[in-house]
């Protein structure tokens, strides 16, 4: 597979450096609250609320929330996608709201939304979005079906218009635009949400593949406990914008005294895992 | 290859992804876009077929016809360039590619210009075949026409367009909904101004002073001459076109870039629906 390897002077400081250093961590969007009526003033709503954590380079971390818990806000400012009310957030060392360019040659993602030009082919995607990271339509021509190939995209549909493939084939494709530019940090947002339970197991290999022929660091989030459990060194809990812990399994299920991550996490909030109907849960759900 | 050449040589090829994804936009789409050119043309026979009813000698009426067919077709080339412009950043917002190309290491300035880049090469395939087309059916003769000139002139306003269609295509960002067509309301305002099918003197004095930092009145006046008269590439003309490139490129990325820290303060990237 071609590979776009960091730059000269990049290659000691990602030895040196965690891969994902934050600290006190902030972002608070403001919203109309529409029980005020027409003429309500927006309200500051915080969707991440300080929250502090590392992740050693290799390593595999998995953050669990419920919808509205601020995973995707969390992912979306370590990819530059967002700027941050307050605290800091370091990427092998670079600041990731001011040394943004050094940051997107080493970071990609996954989100729950494959986000493609449905008009386009899976092969003209991935050409369009690897030439951004400087791959010629030579470089392409060979990679791009070897990456298909691997997240096992059968390679008489390349050249079908994405609108024409299931919801799996696209979080395939998705996987395979990510992979293709080889980033050292991989953010993986809800990577298997909607998929058949077949697709889910290809995309969990996948990510297993990943992780142990490629020296990417992983920060997957996700509300699906099993998914944590199977894949993660580490994991944590974001409840409402805050992390409440972020460790080993086995080392939550000793400080709850519990057998699951679900029973984990009732223990944490005095919540049940997947109870989201509150207004206030709602409410955050917007933009978190 | 130093690291200066390494990222001058990926930003290139990121360019030519731009182009790129817009031709294969573009194929997907060509059936609709020969509909739109049927719409185009029977705008701007609208138009040119007010020199006919003007009961003038021949001479005259082809003279009044070919000025109104070229205010007619810069019209239409400026609204390619800027619908393209804005429509993609729409575009890429709705389908939610906006964060992947947003995430990317390229720079805003090259991601731009190559929208702009392609809008123009495919504004001027359209601006041609809309002017021959309209010229054959309402008979213009345009025997001393110098379209070397007039092409020239336009690829040299084009410069201080892309400027303007950068500044338009913040639009969606700030507006997802109802941005993308206030781009209309620029070209409108530009091309008012600029004296499109009328000469800028008949304008109000204050409107005159605007029509001077339009680049669209360098553009009409030159193409004109070249066209009507057969007249060279003017100095005269080519001059402001430079100057107005020159601030119309740093001012709209310099635009677009603070529209871009609105939408990411406030998560607006994120698509919606």
Known sequence: MSTLAPSTTEGPRLEREPAVEVRDLRKTFRRRDHSGGRFARKRPWPALDGITFTIARGECVAILGQNGSGKSTLVRLLSTLLLEDGGEARIFGHDAFRETSAIRRLVNRVSVEASFFKKMSAAENLSYAARFYGLTPRQTRAAVPEILARVGFPPERRRESMEHLSRGMQQKVALARALLTSPVLLLLDEPTTGLDPRSKLEVQDFIRQVRAEHDATILLCTHDLAEAETLAERVGILDRGRLLFLEPVAEVKRRFGVETLEAAFFAATGREFGAEDAEDDEYREVFA | ?273
Do not use: C
């Open chain 2, 1 to 273: 290859m130093s690291e200066y050449a390494v990222e001058l040589r990926n930003q290139l090829v990121g360019l030519f992804g731009i182009v790129e994804r817009n031709v294969y936009l573009t194929r997907r789409y060509i059936l609709w876009d020969l509909a739109f050119m049927v719409w185009t043309i029977a705008n701007t026979l609208t138009i040119v077929f007010i020199a006919r009813a003007a009961h003038l000698p021949p001479a005259r009426e082809n003279t009044l016809a070919t000025m109104l067919l070229v205010g007619a077709t810069i019209w239409a080339f400026l609204g390619i360039i800027f619908e393209f412009m804005t429509e993609t950043v729409a575009w890429e917002r709705w389908e939610g590619t906006i964060e992947y190309t947003f995430m990317a290491p390229l720079s805003r300035l090259v991601h731009l210009v190559g929208q702009g880049a392609f809008a123009v090469l495919y504004g001027l395939i359209r601006a041609a075949i809309l002017f021959v087309v309209v010229a054959a059916f309402i008979g213009i003769h345009a025997p001393h026409a110098n379209y070397g000139a007039a092409l020239a002139l336009l690829a040299l306003a084009s410069l201080s367009f892309i400027g303007v269609g950068i500044m338009t295509s913040v639009l969606p960002l700030i507006s997802p909904e109802k941005g993308a067509q206030l781009g209309f309301v620029a070209q409108g305002v530009m091309l008012v101004v600029s004296g499109v099918y009328y000469p800028v003197s008949v304008m109000p004095e204050w409107m005159q002073w605007l029509a001077k930092i339009s680049p669209a009145t360098y553009a009409l006046r030159g193409d004109r001459a070249s066209i009507v008269h057969g007249s060279g590439l003017a100095w005269a003309d080519a001059w402001p076109l430079l100057i107005i490139a020159v601030v119309a490129t740093p001012l709209g990325l310099a635009i677009f870039r603070a529209g871009e820290r609105h939408a990411k303060r406030h998560g607006k990237l994120k698509r919606s629906g």
